[in-house]
Each structure stands twice: as structure tokens, then as C-alpha cells.
């Protein structure tokens, strides 16, 4: 079992920094996030907390609260004590996925840290081999919806692949100009969320033209109702699940057995819980992609990372961050990314 491999790895916490992040996006929102640095034996791991309220961010920043870190533990034995630390500091969260986000954050500084320590990485650790990462550019539409943003990204890079968020308000042109492109690899509709700034009501009328106009892609998070889920019979291979996997228990508890999953690994916040699930898929033949959470920095070379393991080939969306920039550079790397020269702990980029 992958998990096994690092389990009783030791890491020894001399003390721990905070780092706030900041960066505006093409989807039109700020994006903050937290660096979660553990230091010990002149090592340093580090982790990314994804939670999507700023506000929590700054009160993790300011308070005066130490959290009980310090000490030597086996990387099992840290999991099960930050699993039982209240991390939102007396707050509830927004959303109780914020609670996985803010541990994953911890979990994986502690395994780069630990990693480090015993001067190894990752892939050594498992005995695996990092390999070039393919991903795919997600992105929003303009407003109102044309795709002429996917255009103006082709015009830069033809061969680049898309995963996209289908929404109402999209009419049967914009499909028909996205899908004449052959480069829409996924669409997520979304309809897994509830009470979020993202939320995409079920829609059969949208999701009956995203079925039949993008005939090779594949589809994510539909709601499944009375009106649709009729829609996905005989296409239930190209179903695709990202907002309801967190563990194998959730896996099994889907629909029907799937064929794709959407690998976020801030979603399970354990390294048991992530590493279980690739074991699961694996085992059971269930495909993977990875997906990302807008990281501004080492959650990014993570999700690389876990990528480069495990599922290389497929259409990631894990495109460095710069991809999300409102007006992104032109010398942004291009798909796939090369494996790194020297990767450390777990550590990619």
C-alpha cells in the first residue's frame, strides 16, 4: 500500500512560519491562500492551505495562538495529532471542505519536510519514476459567453487542451465554435456544488448539448435528476467526479462505479486519505486526472508532483499558475511540463 511507504517516515518540527499569498485571477476574484512552513534540522517542508475565504487566511495570519507542532513523530503519528487540532482557531469554516484544505496544508509540509530529512523525494519513496506532466488550461469564458478566449489561447499555442465550465447561459454557437477547436478535453458542470459562488444548477437542456457537442470529452459533476440523468445513459464511461471524492468511501459511493476521477488531493486533507484512493483507482482500474485550486505556489509543485506519479498522460488541470493571471505572460511553460532536474522531499518544480 503507498501509504505504508511513508507512514512511519520521522520528521522532527522545530517550529513553523505562515505565509500569506495573494493574486488576482482570470476568473475575477483575489485568490489568497497560506504557506504552511515546518522547520526542523535545518530542513524546511512546506504546504499550501487552498481555503477560499480571505478572511480565514487573515486570521490564521494575526492570531497570537501557537498551534502544538514542535516535536519528533513518525509522519502517521503528526497526521493523527493536526487531525485533532482545531485549525479554524474557534471559527466555523464557510464550507467543511475548508477543514481539509487548511489540514492538507499541514499533512503536506509535513511529508516534503520529512522527505527532506531522510534526503530522499517522493517518487524514491514509492519507486516510482517522475515523468512529464500534460495539462490541460482551465478557464471561464468571456461575458457574455463566445469562447473567444479559448480562440485568443489557441492563437498563442495550438496545441494547447482545455477544461472548461459550461454554464446556462452558453448557446449552442459558443459549443459549436468550442467543439470545431478538437482541444475542450473536459467540461465541468458543476453540479456537485452547493452554496458556493460557482453553483450550476441542473440544466438538461445545457447538458444534453454538452453531451452530444463535445462527443469525446469528458463530463464532471453533473446533477443527477429525474430530467438528466437519462441524459448520461450509454455515456456513463465519459462521467467524470471532482467535488464528492475525498476517500475511497466516496468513491463507492458514487452513482455508479466510475471510470475517470478528478484527483484533488487539498480535498482529502489526510496523506492516508489521498493515498488510499490512488491505491483504490489503481486497483480498480479507475483512470485519473489531477485538478487544481487556483495554488499560488508549493501546492501547485504538489499537485505536480503527485501528477508526475501517477497519471502524466492525462489532461491535468494543473497548468502552472500563470495561466490564471488576467493578462498571462507569453513565455509561459509549455504542455507537457519537463520532469524536474532536482527534486527534493516533495518538492517538483
Known sequence: MLYDAVADLDVAIEGYDLHRRERDTSSGFTRATTIISLHGHDETGRGEDVTYDNDAHDVLQNTSQEFPLTGTYKLDDFSSQVSELDLF???????????????????SAALDLALKQADTTLANRLDREYRPVRFAVSTRLDDPPTGQRVLDWLDRDSDLEFKLDPTSDWSAEVITRLADTDAVRVLDLKGQYHGTTVDQPADPGLYKQVVEGFPDALIEDPALT??????FEGHEARVTWDYPIKSVETVENLPWEPKWLNIKPSRFGSVKALFDTLDYCEEHGIQMFGGGQ????????HLHAIASLFYPDAPNDVAPSGYNDPEPRDDLPLSPLDTPADPRGFEWG
Open 294 to 301: 487556483f495554488e499560488l505556489d508549493v501546492g501547485r509543485e
Open 89 to 107: 482557531l474557534g471559527d466555523e469554516p464557510d464550507q467543511s471542505a475548508f477543514r481539509n484544505y487548511r489540514q492538507w496544508a499541514f499533512e
Open 226 to 231: 429525474d430530467e438528466t440523468r437519462p441524459l
